[in-house]
Antibody, heavy 118, light 107 residues
Framework: QVQVVQSGSELKEPGASVKVSCKASGYRFNLFPLNWVRQAPGQGLEWVGWINTDTGNPTYAQGFTGRFVLSLDTSVSTAYLQINSLEADDTARYFC???????????WGQGALVTVSS | DIQLTQSPSFLSASIGDRVTITCRASQAISIFLVWYQQKPGKAPNVLIYGASNLRGGVPSRFSGSGSGTEFTLTISSLQPEDFATYYCQQVYVFPRTFGQGTKVEIK
């Protein structure tokens, strides 16, 4: 069965970097893109970006360019979200989700809570 | 970027009520709209894709309609497990965008 499993919670100081992983299983990894979605505490869903799991080509939302980097390791069917120069406003749960042929995010990871605090 | 505006942002309803949530797009997106349900502490789940197609396993009391710039999600008879936050998302162009959410609470 399809599963998307993310890495655990992270506590980081401002200015540090964090790398969140998203491991997919139960299907052919390169057939479905992966999306990343941010949800700050008590807030709504915010689309971060998308990565083509066949070519590795990422697309980012405005506001998530520069410090946010999407990447893949296809040998282990895993996608990554790296955030550099962390700021307090980056504190949020970051979800990865598989995108199906209709564009819907049909399988989601459990979310990784990133807390930025000194 | 395409803006999605949901209304209302909050609604209070009783078990058995018919509930309608609207999602308006700032420009035409054909039928490339998805509805999600999210419960506290959980990831969202797809309810409707392609504006009106019910995802397998989703109860038939949920339905979606619309095209272009105006879309609706209807729950025909609200059940206890439906109290949650609902989001629309356009999948027409990049960047994908979400509506701000509609929280459905018990009256």
């Amino acid at each position: 069965q399809v599963q998307v499993v993310q890495s655990g919670s992270e506590l980081k100081e401002p200015g540090a970097s964090v790398k969140v992983s998203c491991k997919a299983s139960g299907y052919r990894f390169n057939l479905f893109p992966l999306n990343w979605v941010r949800q700050a505490p008590g807030q709504g869903l915010e689309w971060v970006g998308w990565i083509n799991t066949d070519t590795g080509n990422p697309t980012y939302a405005q506001g998530f360019t520069g410090r946010f980097v999407l990447s893949l390791d296809t040998s282990v069917s895993t996608a990554y979200l790296q955030i550099n120069s962390l700021e307090a406003d980056d504190t949020a749960r970051y979800f990865c989700a598989r995108e199906d042929i209709n564009g819907a995010l049909d399988y989601w990871g459990q979310g990784a809570l990133v807390t930025v605090s000194s | 970027d395409i803006q999605l505006t949901q209304s209302p942002s909050f609604l209070s309803a009783s078990i058995g009520d018919r509930v309608t949530i609207t999602c308006r797009a700032s420009q035409a997106i054909s039928i490339f709209l998805v509805w999600y349900q999210q419960k506290p502490g959980k990831a969202p789940n797809v309810l409707i894709y392609g504006a009106s197609n019910l995802r397998g396993g989703v109860p038939s009391r949920f339905s979606g309609s619309g095209s272009g710039t105006e879309f609706t999600l209807t729950i025909s008879s609200l059940q206890p497990e439906d109290f949650a936050t609902y989001y629309c998302q356009q999948v027409y162009v990049f960047p994908r965008t979400f509506g701000q959410g509609t929280k459905v609470e018990i009256k």
